[in-house]
């Protein structure tokens, strides 16, 4: 059955530069901001380019299920252009189905610049271009039919049909029998749209909770690890499961009222950090398509971010089928 994947549909464009350069340019490391496409050209003229890929969350996330055996689809909007011709592509090659990326013909397809310092620590400036005018009426009943669940990312929330999409998908996802992840995807996403990621979480539409470490104490107001995740536990009520990943740390599973934490996968070189919190759900996801329990899920999503820090960008360089023989 398939696994559907909403988001924007993003090409990450990879570059390496110092502390210096975000400082001169003032921008905040380690966050996703988001810039106009004059802001976004203007850095491109500022660095030296090591890749060029699709991205953006949810179709990193699709690519990890498709490379761990999954049958995935993609619902996101291009602009008529090279880009969005490459994203496209980027998708075939990964056998992960487009036939539902609908075009804007007056926006230049989005672009993600991740800057990526000698920490390994990624900086994420995005101008949203043709994803931004996703709407809800891209979206259609017959593109949920035998669907295994739905993967939001929480940056949806920016666009301004979001809202909108989000209820749709959970709707449709759930009217067909599937089941709904989210991932928060970002602090400030979840400062601006706190109010409403907590009323689908109280209406129990989330099956699958997924976030950071920061992420979720910015959901819950509080920067007290202990009492976070007591907090998390409460929502727990609300939720089948809810996720936490904490790098190096490994992650959390808060499920049924317990609080379980599930050893990290670690490595002795990081190359870049970008899409591992992506390629984590990937990996969780593919442990409930397997029905794995959740602590088992919970190690193979350690064991597919673990393998995403080793390569520049949010995309394996191999198959990941192969991690499940660990799991056991």
Known sequence: MNIVCIGNAIVDILAEVDDNFLLNKNISKGSMNMVSKNQSDELIDLININKKTCGGSASN???????????????????????GQNFKKDLNNYNITGEH?????NLVTGRSIVLITPDKERTMNTYLGASSTLSDKNISMSMFKNTKGVFIEGY??????????????????KKNG??????????????????????????KSIDYLFGNKNEVSALLETNNTNLMLNEALELSNYIGKIIITDGSNGSYLIENISIEHIKPVLHTQIIDTTGAGDLYASGFLKGIDMNLSG??????????????????????DKNLFNLIKNIN
């Not at 928060?184 to 990621?197: A, G, H, Q």
């Not at 602590?295 to 960008?313: F, R, T």
Request: proline share 1%.
């Open 61 to 83: 996330t699709a690519t990890g299920l498709s490379l761990l055996g999954c049958e995935v689809s993609f619902i996101g909007k291009t602009g008529n252009d090279d880009l």
């Open 101 to 105: 990326i609908t075009i804007d013909n």
């Open 156 to 173: 949806l929330w920016y666009l301004e049909s979001g809202k909108k999409i989000i209820n749709k998908s959970v709707k449709e996802s």
């Open 178 to 203: 599937g089941y709904v992840a989210l991932s928060l995807s970002d602090n400030i996403c979840v400062d601006l749209y706190r109010k409403e990621i907590k009323k689908l979480i109280k209406e």
């Open 295 to 316: 602590k088992e899920c919970a190690y193979l999503g350690n064991l597919c971010g673990s393998e995403i820090i080793k390569v520049i960008g949010a995309k394996p």
